[in-house]
């Protein structure tokens, strides 16, 4: 059985600071890419940052400067430092996975979603 399990969100003032965590676990053969999503009230799930097994990274317009995607490998486990938080920041926050397992089968997989709330 493979999953996906987060951690970290929580409730922050405007500016502070918030470090998710998302650990793989399982039948994991290997990663390619691992990313986080978010989907606030009223709006689509937007892609906030992505990460290949390689280390290049991609991030939404609205969060670029502002957070950093990294990965451990040896953990098969994704990371998202968030700084300068904005109350347009909250949302819940989805991990993502594209995952191989030991059987060689390729799938997508996602966290349950953990929220961060931003207050003004």
């Known amino acids: 059985q493979t999953q996906l399990v987060e951690s970290g969100g929580g409730l922050v003032q405007a500016g502070g600071s918030l470090r998710l965590s998302c650990a793989a676990s399982g039948w994991i053969l290997s990663i390619n890419d691992m990313g986080w999503y978010r989907q606030a009230p009223g709006k689509q799930r937007e892609l906030v940052a992505r990460i290949s097994s390689g280390g290049r990274t991609n991030y939404a317009d609205s969060v670029k400067g502002r957070f950093t995607i990294s990965r451990d490998n040896a953990k098969n486990t994704v990371y998202l430092q968030m700084n300068s938080l904005k109350p347009e920041d909250t949302a819940v926050y989805y991990c993502?996975?594209?995952?191989?397992?030991?059987?060689?089968?390729?799938?997508?997989?996602w966290g349950q979603g953990t929220q961060v709330t931003v207050s003004s």
């Open positions: 993502n996975a594209d995952v191989r397992t030991s059987d060689l089968r390729r799938s997508d997989y």
